[in-house]
């Protein structure tokens, strides 16, 4: 069976600071994929990035930077410099059969001015 | 503007009633899906739609219908058999190529009274 567990259900950071997503799977398949997203107020979820399990490079796209670790079966997403707008609900999600997702809970991160 | 449109944004409707949320796309994409999500959860699979005219249930599809007709579009019924209908609903679509991307229209928030 598959399970993506994110512990942390709130952060609450001030503004400047980094903060980092814990993200944690299971899975039996030898090929995954692995995404975040992010649900702001809105609620509309944003697609952020798609990480495939041979591919174990970390990925850094402007304040944003993505930790993959196989051996730990982790996908942790760090946000540098955090800003008010980051303030969101951020769901890790694990590819299965078919294309459809298993989601996380959710970690929300409050950024605060 | 290509994207996915959900309307309404808020439902309101009486216990025992049955209720369509819309789902349409404008992305050319084969597969479409639709979420349920509670607060504090994250998203759990309804039913899914590789292709045109065929479908699949997904982890909770208990009390909910759809049908595709049209590659652009989802519908997904909540009837009164539906213990619990009050959520938030997404919708969602992507290329159908394994483990691509899902992109998620606005949401549509329904209360069942």
């Known amino acids: 069976a598959q399970k993506v567990t994110q512990a942390q259900t709130e952060i609450s950071v001030v503004e400047k600071e980094d903060v980092t997503l814990d993200c944690v799977y299971e899975?039996?398949?030898?090929?995954?994929?692995l995404f975040w997203y992010k649900q702001p107020p809105s609620g509309e979820l944003v697609f952020l990035i798609r990480?495939?399990?041979?591919?174990?490079q970390n990925e850094i796209s402007g304040r944003y930077s993505w930790n993959f670790q196989k051996s730990t079966s982790s996908f942790n997403f760090t946000i540098t410099a955090s800003q008010v707008v980051d303030s969101a609900v951020y769901f890790c999600?694990?590819?299965?059969?078919?294309?459809?997702?298993?989601f996380g809970k959710g970690t929300m991160l409050l950024v605060s001015p | 503007d290509g994207g996915i449109t959900q309307s309404p944004k808020y439902l309101f409707r009486k216990e025992g009633q049955n209720v369509t949320l819309s789902c349409e796309q404008n992305l050319n994409h084969d597969a479409m899906y639709w979420y349920r999500q509670d607060p504090g959860q994250g998203l759990r699979l309804i039913y899914y739609?590789?292709?045109?005219?065929?479908?699949q249930k997904g982890d909770i599809a208990e009390g909910y219908s759809v049908s595709r007709e049209k590659k652009e579009s989802f519908p997904l019924t909540v009837t009164s058999a539906q213990k619990n209908p009050t959520a938030f609903y997404l919708c969602?679509?992507?290329?159908?190529?394994?483990?691509?991307?899902?992109?998620f229209g606005p949401g549509t928030r329904l209360t069942v009274l």
């Open positions: 999600a694990l590819s299965r059969r078919y294309s459809t997702l298993t």
């Open positions: 899975t039996r398949d030898t090929t995954y994929y």
């Open positions: 969602a679509s992507s290329s159908g190529r394994a483990h691509n991307e899902q992109f």
């Open positions: 990480r495939n399990s041979f591919d174990e």
């Open positions: 739609s590789q292709i045109v005219n065929d479908f």
